[in-house]
């Protein structure tokens, strides 16, 4: 199995900064994509941003230019750094990582993180 554990989130005043860490663990190979999604309440679970193995990376439109994702391969941990915060960032965070648990196997899995909540004050 796969466990993601993710930290970092909290309450913070508009403007302000936090930065989320999840690390993976267990039966891993490789790991392909690992991304941040997020669901407010009353809203359906959104794509924040991803990151390829190779680095590439993809962000909603409405965190661009304020949020960057990044990754640490040799740790199996995705970060993101979320700056100049909104009251419309207000949401669950959920890390999501897309595994291969063998060498040789093609087979991927999609393994998600309990969530972690950071509220941004007005």
């Known amino acids: 199995q796969v466990q993601l554990v993710e930290s970092g989130g909290g309450l913070v005043q508009a403007g302000g900064s936090l930065r989320l860490s999840c690390a993976a663990s267990?039966?891993?190979?490789?790991?392909?994509?690992m991304g941040w999604y997020r669901q407010a309440p009353g809203k359906q679970r959104e794509l924040v941003a991803s990151i390829t193995s190779g680095g590439n990376t993809n962000y909603s439109d409405s965190v661009k230019g304020r949020f960057t994702i990044s990754r640490d391969n040799a740790k199996n941990t995705v970060y993101l750094q979320m700056n100049s915060l909104k009251p419309e960032d207000t949401a669950v965070y959920y890390c999501?990582?897309?595994?291969?648990?063998?060498?040789?196997?093609?087979?991927?899995?999609?393994?998600w993180g309990q969530g972690t909540q950071v509220t941004v004050s007005s």
């Open positions: 267990g039966s891993i190979a490789s790991i392909n994509a």
């Open positions: 999501n990582a897309v595994v291969r648990r063998s060498f040789g196997v093609r087979k991927l899995y999609d393994y």
